[in-house]
């Protein structure tokens, strides 16, 4: 071996044993004796196609900070947030979080927007040893990774928000559930295994599927989809939908005047101002849907997030974003975690968090060891142009309307 | 049957706001040689305006229709003058290319900044109405945009073939130095005529925001279609983008309907290409210049 050389991996050792001391030093802030503020290290999408939802998840985390810091802080440290925009690109979530930890040497992270952003942005929390809590990002490829550092901030996996849907039309008697059901799947990692997940599950039930297609996101028209799902009449149409096709669905719809017993979306009807201000306010009535987080939820803190949500930005408990339900959550975990531990470092994080369950304004919440939470979602169906709780019954705030009046009804 | 049926009569009526898109699009071509990347994001800027005159003023979509064309009209006109007028005759096709697609990305950055990235839709009293005739439905609102589609276009023929304009128009396409010899101001016909087609696409622009909600980025998923329909029905022929719309609104739904969504998506192209390999220049497409 020539000087060169050995002078070359001596360098490249001393290289990575620099880094590592730096990776400790930068993790072991949160461990060491509590001092200045506490401060947590999030990528967000301000800009790009995650915008708006980005948009409310920083509020989400930024309403959670303003109301610890106003009870005193996290253990009498204030919580300082660092919020830096990824533009919704997988790339930048990378250089961010690397940019937070090493650079920044934020003491926690909390985490992005999409599956797209939480697997890349994972694994670099995973490499340095941060906790990381995402309140977005539960599909299924985020759990496949087996982090142990991982916790999806909702009741379930993304995937599994339809159970809930199966669980309450298996709860009506055999002559009340529907005989037939459609199917029309966005090509998406989030809308379609979702429906499929309930397809499977109706199936084993004995619910017989006429219709069962997948389109891709850029499908424009619906209205032929919708056309030979109406021809079949089936009594169910569940839409693998995120938000543009889940408004085209109900619209093709009402149009071709044809009004299912039972309709879910996945995504899009949850959402209390964008849904009727698309399809009509008269046209939502009886479409079920998934939520974690609802108006008028007695969750633990649920009141006090929506009171402080509608001073901060106005608006009603109706207008509250779902995604920064999902942020705040994310923030009293942590304070959580610190009652209960006395202290707050990303050791105590993943180890506090992967026993017992949690109360959050999104419910009781608890992880497998992938990070996977063990919860059901709630059931929400749209009743007199207001989205309300209906099943489980524990939380339900009406009973649910079936089968679903007519269009314009 | 009834699917099938029904797709057919939805794929009609669906070919008429793309041939409302298209036919601007092909004018462009036709006067100018310019492919012109930025007609989705004007039909989206379109369907924004008459958004913000609805929500704003309760102004019906079809009755704003004088105001949203003429706003685009001057701003069709504008792009003309600035971005493209200064292009080099002899490489106007490739470069116009990259420019009217900086002008689609500007008109987007825009409309990002004024209306947000929220999906937007005009729900007007009759946007979901239809009739049923014979056990089908026709959408209300599709049938209102064929007719216009068609009374659009039936206003560009005269004004091509009866007007002094027209006259102009096409001695500009078939022999621009005759023309230019003959008094035709040439540039002040490519601007008129970027401005004419431009306004197709707020009156198509309106329609579009009543059927599908929209936001800035919309305009891709439009451009590839039209790009295919103007090809289809051939380069600067507005019969041939009415039959274009017509070959891939029909085709796109029927399969949709019949075989699967996935599939649906990939027929216009396949059709397209079939066109193409037997037939270069599209269906109607001129092997010279003045195809309108």
Redesign the interface.
């Given at each position: 071996m020539s000087t060169d050389n050995r002078l070359w991996r001596i360098g490249l050792i001393a290289a990575a044993v620099a880094l590592a001391a730096g990776c400790a030093s930068g993790n072991s802030q949160a461990g060491g004796a509590p001092s200045g503020p506490l401060v947590i290290g999030a990528s967000v999408s301000l800009t790009g196609d995650f915008s708006d939802s980005g948009k409310a998840v920083k509020n989400g985390y930024e309403l959670w900070a303003n109301t610890v810091n106003a009870h005193g802080g996290i253990l009498g440290r204030q919580v300082k947030l660092n919020i830096v925009d990824d533009a919704s690109s997988p790339t930048q979530v990378v250089t961010n979080y690397q940019n937070l930890i090493n650079k920044d040497h934020v003491d926690l992270t909390f985490g992005p927007f999409s599956t797209l952003l939480t697997i890349p942005a994972s694994q670099v929390a995973k490499r340095y040893g941060y906790a990381f809590l995402a309140p977005a990002g539960g599909g299924p490829a985020v759990f496949q990774q087996n982090l142990h550092n991982f916790f999806f901030v909702q009741p379930a996996p993304t995937v599994q928000s339809g159970d809930v849907f199966v669980n309450y039309l298996l709860s009506l008697p055999p002559d009340q559930r529907p005989q037939t059901a459609a199917y029309a799947e966005l090509d998406d990692p989030f809308a379609a295994p979702l429906a499929e997940d309930i397809r499977q599950k109706l199936e084993a039930a004995g619910v017989r599927t006429v219709y069962k297609q997948v389109y891709p996101s850029e499908t424009m028209d619906l209205s032929p989809v919708m056309g030979a799902i109406v021809a079949l009449h089936p009594d169910l149409i569940v839409g693998g939908t995120q938000n543009e096709d889940a408004y085209s669905q109900v619209k093709d719809l009402v149009q071709l005047k044809y009004n299912p017993k039972f309709m879910f979306q996945s995504n899009g009807a949850n959402s209390p101002l964008e849904f009727p201000d698309k399809v009509g306010t008269t046209n939502t009535e009886g479409i079920f849907a998934p939520a974690d987080w609802y108006p008028g939820s007695k969750a633990s803190g649920s009141a006090d997030f929506t009171a402080a949500y509608i001073k901060a930005y106005g608006g009603s408990a109706q207008t509250v974003d779902d995604s920064s339900a999902e942020a705040y959550a994310v923030g009293q975990l942590i304070e959580a975690v610190a009652a209960k531990a006395g202290k707050i470092d990303n050791n105590t994080i993943i180890s506090t968090l992967h026993s017992g369950t949690w109360p959050t304004i999104l419910g009781n919440l608890s992880w497998g060891a992938n990070g996977a939470p063990t919860g059901q979602f709630n059931l929400v169906q749209w009743q007199s142009s207001k989205l309300l709780p209906v099943y489980p019954s524990a939380i339900a705030q009406a009973k649910p309307e079936a089968p679903k009046p007519n269009w314009g009804g | 049957m009834?699917?099938l049926v029904?797709?057919v009569i939805?794929?009609v009526l669906?070919a008429g706001v793309y041939a409302l898109m298209a036919s601007g699009q092909t004018l462009i071509f036709g006067i100018m040689r310019v492919v012109n990347m930025a007609q989705g994001a004007m039909v989206i800027l379109g369907a924004y305006l008459s958004y913000q005159l609805f929500t704003s003023w309760g102004v019906d979509p079809f009755l704003a229709l004088p105001i949203t064309t003429l706003a685009l009209f001057v701003l069709g006109v504008g792009v003309q003058w600035l971005f493209l007028r200064p292009l080099h005759a002899g490489d106007r096709s490739q470069l116009s290319v990259l420019v009217t697609f900086a002008v689609a990305l500007l008109v987007e950055g825009f409309m990002s900044v004024t209306w947000?990235?929220?999906?937007r839709?005009i729900?007007t009293s009759y946007?979901?109405?239809?009739w049923?005739v014979f056990g089908y439905?026709i959408?209300l609102v599709r049938l209102w945009a064929f007719l216009l589609s068609l009374f659009a276009l039936a206003l560009l023929y005269l004004v091509l073939n009866r007007t002094r304009f027209g006259r102009a128009v096409r001695a500009s396409v078939q022999n621009p130095e005759s023309a230019r010899l003959l008094g035709v101001e040439s540039e002040w016909v490519s601007a008129i005529g970027y401005g004419l087609g431009t306004a197709t696409a707020a009156a198509a622009g309106s329609v579009y925001g009543m059927?599908?909600?929209f936001?800035p980025?919309?305009h891709y998923?439009?451009i590839s279609r039209l790009l295919s329909i103007v090809l289809l029905g051939g380069l600067g022929s507005i019969g041939g983008a009415v039959i274009g719309a017509l070959v891939i609104s029909v085709s796109?739904?029927?399969v949709?309907?019949?075989v699967?969504?996935?599939w649906?998506?990939m027929t216009f192209f396949i059709v397209l290409l079939l066109v193409l390999v037997i037939r270069p220049r599209g269906l109607f497409g001129a092997s010279m210049r003045g195809a309108i």
């Open positions: - | 009834h699917a029904q797709g939805l794929g669906t947000t990235t929220t999906d839709g729900n946007a979901n109405a239809s049923t439905q959408t059927l599908y909600s936001n980025n919309s998923d439009l796109s739904s029927v949709a309907a019949a699967s969504p996935i649906s998506q």
